[in-house]
């Protein structure tokens, strides 16, 4: 029996991930930096490690709600309230899922029937098109440029919404240029969303890795709240990566139809992942704090090294990663990781993998110590200048 023929065709359109190509390629070669995966190098407070430990001696082995502990979902609505003065009832308007990545594939099933289209600005996080083919929707990439710092405006979405426009989704602080939005223009943007009466995804898992001014968060705006289906977690800003806890916050109809599908495939959220989720919130700011603050000499690090080695760069104010133009050079985004990696050991992530107007870019996760990124830079300098010399 040939299983190919077996397979859906939807699934089988779509292709597969160009970060983990490139992981998978970097774990099976000795001395690879790799520049790759967007994961914090750090290790999960302690204390936060702790609480897990604590709820496995008082026996926290059981499934909780589907909507997630109540107790946790307390902790978000009132660090989203502290924050961002939008107020969410934890019983009805937060739900708890399995990382962000669940909450955005929930939220765009919930909400698409066929033939829906969605508007996202590109480059991207590479899921956000996946999970709306995979929900029967139509992704309309909205293309933004280097020019305007990757930054996606009123202009260009007038021109691609239709009649079949349901909703708009955005990441920001973005994955993978680092691009924030700064207020004005996101309420610009809501007043679009509000003009053609769509639903607006709004992706805030990189909100406290801003490095210039304060995050603006989208439900926060004029009118947003009740318009707007908010994403978090725990990945990125606390570190927890591998306890895969993210949530979403929105209507309380929403929410249930959210919590109808996630109860028929991932049930709940794990138990222990949650109880560690309650002490981020409640304790883990102080070490948040000095992680971002790494991040962002790293930031600054990346910054120089690759703009001194001649690579055109704007500078990222949010998430942990840095987008350079690689075009000077004359490879594409593939040829130009796939040279890197053979000859120099460092792996990065071609940029088209993120969506076409990607191409020419590669992103550079900066969340690796100081020593690798250094040793790093002075590998991509060496292979510039290589390229350089031979061109």
């Known amino acids: 029996m040939n299983w190919a023929e077996r397979i859906s065709p939807v699934v089988t359109s779509i292709p597969p991930s160009g970060i983990r190509r490139f992981f998978d390629i970097a774990a099976e070669m000795k001395g690879v930096i790799s520049l790759g995966v967007g994961e914090p190098d ?10 897990c430990v604590h709820g496995l001696h008082r026996g926290y082995t059981a499934y909780t709600s589907n909507y997630g502990l109540l107790e946790l979902r307390e902790e978000i609505a009132r660090n989203i309230y502290n924050n961002y003065k939008v107020t969410y009832d934890p019983r009805r308007e937060v739900l708890v899922t399995v990382g962000v990545s669940e909450a955005l594939d929930l939220a765009v099933r919930a909400l698409l029937s066929p033939g ?61 240029t680092g691009a924030i939005m700064p207020m ?58 591998g306890w895969r806890i993210g949530y979403a916050l929105s209507n309380p109809d929403f929410i249930a139809a959210m919590n109808k599908i996630h109860q028929y495939t991932m049930l709940c959220a794990p138990i222990t992942a949650q109880v560690a989720a309650v002490e981020a919130l409640r304790h883990g700011k102080d070490k948040m704090e000095k992680m971002v603050a790494e991040y962002n000499g790293r930031r600054h690090l990346m910054l120089k090294g690759l703009r001194g080695m001649g690579l055109t760069c704007f500078e990222p104010k949010g998430a942990f990663y840095i987008f350079p133009s690689i075009r000077e050079t004359g490879l594409t985004s593939v040829q130009f990781a796939e040279e890197l990696l053979k000859t120099e050991k460092v792996a990065v992530v071609p940029g088209d993998a993120f969506g076409e107007s990607g191409e020419g870019f590669v992103r550079c996760s900066y969340a690796s110590s100081i020593n690798n990124l250094t040793e790093a830079l002075e590998r991509i300098e060496r292979f510039i200048k290589r390229l350089n010399e031979s061109g």
């Not at 679009?192 to 968060?217: M, N, P, R, W």
């Open 184 to 241: 004005q223009e996101l309420a610009a943007i809501a007043r679009f969303a509000k003009k053609h009466d769509l639903i607006v995804i709004s992706d805030e898992i990189y909100a406290d890795l801003t490095y210039q001014g304060s995050h603006t968060c989208f439900a926060s705006l004029p009118d947003m709240r009740d318009r707007t289906i908010l994403l978090n977690g725990f990945s990125k800003a606390y570190a927890m990566t």
């Open 42 to 51: 750090f290790v999960t407070p302690w204390h936060i490690r702790e609480s």
């Open 116 to 176: 829906d289209q969605v508007l996202i600005p590109e480059p991207c996080y590479v899921s956000y098109k996946a999970c709306v083919i995979l929900a029967g929707g139509q992704p309309v990439p909205v293309p933004t440029a280097l020019e305007n710092e990757f930054r996606v405006t009123v202009e260009q979405l007038e021109k691609l919404v239709t009649p079949r426009t349901k909703a708009l989704l955005i990441g920001y602080p973005n994955n993978p």
